[in-house]
T-cell receptor
């Protein structure tokens, strides 16, 4: 099973709302990621969790708050977003993030298409 | 800061033709991945290249990695319409704590 499940698939939220994106994987992967993708652009890394600890924050604004409750779950809490934050948010997981013989092939979820109004 | 560039950004080709997409990156890495993305969809892993000289083939697609030249290629043989999608290369970067940096993407449109 190489599935990463994201919910919801679509989300429309106002600039004063608080919402959360959820991501789940059952592949036993110890690294999980949030990426943001604008239309016709490559995915941009936001956060990396390794063994449930935040390992990388790519200078993301604090209105985005990640959380990793356990090794299978990753959340992204959203608060006071701006219209320019509208994008496809992709969750991914990989075996781990450390240099290893197997590399760190990432498996992506279907994404949440977020619209901020 | 690692930069990953793909060439071309847009490729329109006829069915049955061959073509190559190039992925250049700016700093040392010996791990590179190719992904496919259909419009409005997620990313599908195509190839994992983990060493200099690695070559992988799946159907009409073949990927290779030259770490000395910092170059990967994705070769398309006898294109078919089903291959129409955006293709991204992604370079593993960062030393002990690795992360994937994606290339600019190549939008491939295969015309009948």
């Amino acid at each position: 099973d190489t599935e990463v499940t994201q919910t919801p698939k679509h989300l429309v939220m106002g600039m004063t709302n608080k919402k959360s994106l959820k991501c789940e994987q059952h592949m036993g992967h110890r690294a999980m990621y949030w990426y943001k993708q604008k239309a016709k652009k490559p995915p941009e890394l936001m956060f990396v969790y390794s063994y449930e600890k935040l390992s990388i924050n790519e200078s993301v604004p604090s209105r985005f708050s990640p959380e990793c409750p356990n090794s299978s779950l990753l959340n992204l809490h959203l608060h006071a977003l701006q219209p320019e934050d509208s994008a496809l948010y992709l969750c991914a997981s990989s075996q781990d993030i450390f240099s290893s013989g197997g590399g760190t092939e990432a498996f992506f979820g279907q994404g949440t298409r977020l619209t901020v109004v | 800061e690692l930069k990953v560039e793909q060439n071309p950004l847009f490729l329109s080709m006829q069915e049955g033709k061959n073509y190559t997409i190039y992925c250049n990156y700016s700093t040392t890495s010996d791990r590179l991945y190719w992904y496919r993305q259909d419009p409005g969809k997620s990313l599908e892993s195509l190839f994992v290249l983990l060493s200099n000289g690695a070559v992988k083939q799946e159907g009409r697609l073949m990927a290779s990695l030259d770490t000395k030249a910092r170059l990967s290629t994705l070769h398309i043989t006898a294109a078919v319409h089903d291959l129409s999608a955006t293709y991204f290369c992604a370079v593993e970067y960062g030393g002990a704590t690795n992360k994937l940096i994606f290339g600019t993407g190549t939008l491939l449109a295969v015309q009948p």
